[in-house]
């Protein structure tokens, strides 16, 4: 299995090499909706920066995205992201600029601050925002106390409206092909009115502005149990996730594995969530994890960093 995806991404790596020395020619023709034309073969990968216990931004070419990216609360035990990055954020200086969209995985304070949300997306009038009906609830509710107005923002707001138990819900935002299911909060059945959301999204091709094969999926703090993720296989199945993020929990448990090697469909998992105080168990699973902000990593065709240099040292 392991050297099955090995071989694989060495054969892409190879025909990646192969398309740039032929790019030149490749422009001459500017045939762009072509799957080989040279601009999708020069933004062919992804990258995902990691913010704070479940903030990441991913980039691919000119298009970016940021799951869960302001929230104040620690529970005394979750990354924080640092404050001269949220201040960068909230600046939309380099390279948090130009961000497509937001998305929220739930309303908890550990990811979400409508204070914060509102004021950026005032600020910055191309960022579109989505989220379930609670956040986008609570932002109202925010704007209305401080009477602020919400003329400006509305119609780049949206909702994701599911119930637990919906079919996958599926939207195009701003270029961005967004597909969520609604998956338990940990904890289940306790906290089962949390609408918390997994979202699959893939992001657009630079120029051209069409859906590339750079497809990441956020999990917020879904519940590890395959009963949950179960009734959702042809959506897992329809699309192949190059990276998802799931809560470090799914690591712990064999249900949880399995729902990461089994169903999602997904060819690398980077957890987030983690305690700053990162646990052994977590050491000890081997996973791939994020815990420092500013950690990068590059995604998209399986074509890891690790990916890379294990071709390299052939
Ligand atoms: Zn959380």
Redesign the pocket.
Known sequence: MLSKTKQKSRWQLAAVLSTLLYSGIATCHQDHSHPNSAIKQAAEFGQATYLG??AVMIEHGDTKILFDPFFHNSYGT?QLVPEAMRQAMMQGQPPYDNIDAIFISHA?G??FSAQDVLTYLTRHQNTWLVAPNQAIEQLYRFAEKEQQDMAAIKARLVAVPLNFGDQPWRNKVNGLVVEAVRIPHAGWPQRADVENLVFRVALADEGTKQESNVVVMHMG?ADPDDDHFRPFKAHWQRKVTDTAFP?YWFFYSMEGNDILTEHINAKQHIGV?VPVNVPKELKATGKQFFSKPGQQQTIGNGMTKQGAEDHHHD
């Open positions: 216990n479940e979750y908890h550990d990811h703090d809560p969530h």
